[in-house]
């Protein structure tokens, strides 16, 4: 990596927030897409010698658009159905969650970028962002885009790396904790989906004093913001040449049918990372097993982080 492009506070309205089984923000599906169109673009318009590999998102804030019933305690997402119908009945839908965010992406710019090409490429990456879709989301609007033509000038000096990670605050990068959710499967002896369900519900328990009832979180001893994502696609059928299924949104590309595949991530402060690649996601497909997968390569100071906070306490009253 010897060029990054920084795009800084892009405001997404309408993003999906729902990622196969999980929800509360994007897949790195969704960004990794985005790179992979946004090369496209550039490569047709700009320079097809410039190519965008893998990218790092940090956001800023997020809204989930949804309500709560206080009494239940659940979420229900704000879904509307309109337009009505030739009759003026309700029209039926798939329930689907959006959110509104502010992220800044980072992405792997590799190719000459001759001055001359360099402004050229910033106002391209502007004006095709704004009439692309992130994440499903139309976007809203782009605080500046930066080209940093020597991004391991950055890297090598900790005083710089440090300058140039802190402007990406506040904000939260995700990165991948696989290593985690394998430690636990290792420990707990539970099967895979059982241990990655542990970290996507809150379990409590309950004794009784006195006359209350005293609450308390059961905490797994992993400590940070973790997070359940999905990291990607396994093929469950053969490829089929294209134009064999019908009904599909690009009938010119090879089709395969998949599920989806979920780990563990954490939202971690930009200021923390100590190489910037740490923070980079990228495509990977393993032909032999199907697997079509976003791969981060955070690795952590220490191998696993435990909890050393004592359960939390809630009194009921």
């Known amino acids: 990596m010897d060029k990054l492009l920084v795009i800084r506070h892009i405001k997404v309205e309408g993003a999906n927030a729902i990622a196969g089984l999980t929800w509360g923000f994007p897949s790195m599906t969704s960004f990794l897409g985005l790179t992979h169109a946004l090369q496209r673009k550039v490569q047709t318009k700009v320079s097809e010698r410039l190519a965008l590999n893998g990218c790092a998102v940090i956001c800023h804030s997020s809204q989930v658009q949804s309500h709560s019933n206080n009494m239940s305690r659940e979420n229900y997402f704000a879904l509307t159905r309109n337009p009505l119908t030739k009759d003026g009945s309700t029209a039926p839908f798939n329930e689907e969650g959006k959110m509104r965010m502010d992220i800044s992406l980072l992405i792997k710019l590799y190719g000459p970028t001759p001055p001359e090409i360099e402004d050229t490429l910033?106002?391209?990456?502007?004006?095709?962002?704004?009439?692309?879709?992130?994440?499903?989301?139309?976007?809203?609007?782009?605080?500046?885009?930066?080209?940093?033509?020597?991004?391991?000038?950055?890297?090598?000096?900790?005083?710089?790396?440090?300058?140039?990670?802190?402007?990406?605050?506040?904000?939260?990068?995700?990165?991948?904790?696989?290593?985690?959710?394998?430690?636990?499967?290792?420990?707990?002896?539970?099967?895979?989906?059982?241990?990655?369900?542990?970290?996507?519900?809150?379990?409590?328990?309950?004794?009784?004093?006195?006359?209350?009832?005293?609450?308390?979180?059961?905490?797994?001893?992993?400590?940070?913001?973790?997070?359940?994502?999905?990291?990607?696609?396994?093929?469950?059928?053969?490829?089929?040449?294209?134009?064999?299924?019908?009904?599909?949104?690009?009938?010119?590309?090879?089709?395969?049918?998949?599920?989806?595949?979920?780990?563990?991530?954490?939202?971690?402060?930009?200021?923390?990372?100590?190489?910037?690649?740490?923070?980079?996601?990228?495509?990977?497909?393993?032909?032999?097993?199907?697997?079509?997968?976003?791969?981060?390569?955070?690795?952590p100071d220490t191998p696993i982080l435990l909890n050393d906070e004592t359960n939390q306490t809630i009194e009921e009253k």
Not at 176 to 196: E, G, T
Not at 287 to 294: E, T
Request: glycine share 6%; with cysteine; net charge negative.
């Open 122 to 299: 910033v106002e391209f990456i502007e004006e095709a962002l704004l009439a692309s879709r992130v994440a499903g989301g139309a976007v809203l609007s782009i605080d500046e885009i930066e080209l940093i033509t020597d991004i391991g000038a950055i890297n090598r000096e900790r005083s710089t790396r440090k300058s140039f990670l802190r402007k990406l605050l506040p904000g939260f990068a995700l990165i991948s904790r696989d290593d985690v959710l394998q430690d636990h499967i290792q420990k707990s002896q539970k099967a895979p989906l059982d241990a990655f369900l542990d970290f996507s519900i809150r379990k409590m328990s309950s004794k009784g004093k006195g006359d209350k009832a005293e609450w308390t979180t059961n905490r797994l001893e992993y400590t940070g913001w973790l997070k359940p994502i999905m990291v990607g696609y396994q093929g469950i059928s053969d490829v089929y040449e294209a134009g064999q299924v019908e009904h599909v949104r690009d009938r010119s590309c090879p089709v395969q049918f998949v599920e989806s595949i979920y780990s563990l991530g954490q939202w971690i402060s930009p200021h923390r990372i100590d190489d910037l690649k740490h923070l980079f996601w990228h495509q990977e497909y393993q032909a032999s097993n199907a697997l079509y997968l976003c791969k981060n390569d955070y690795q």
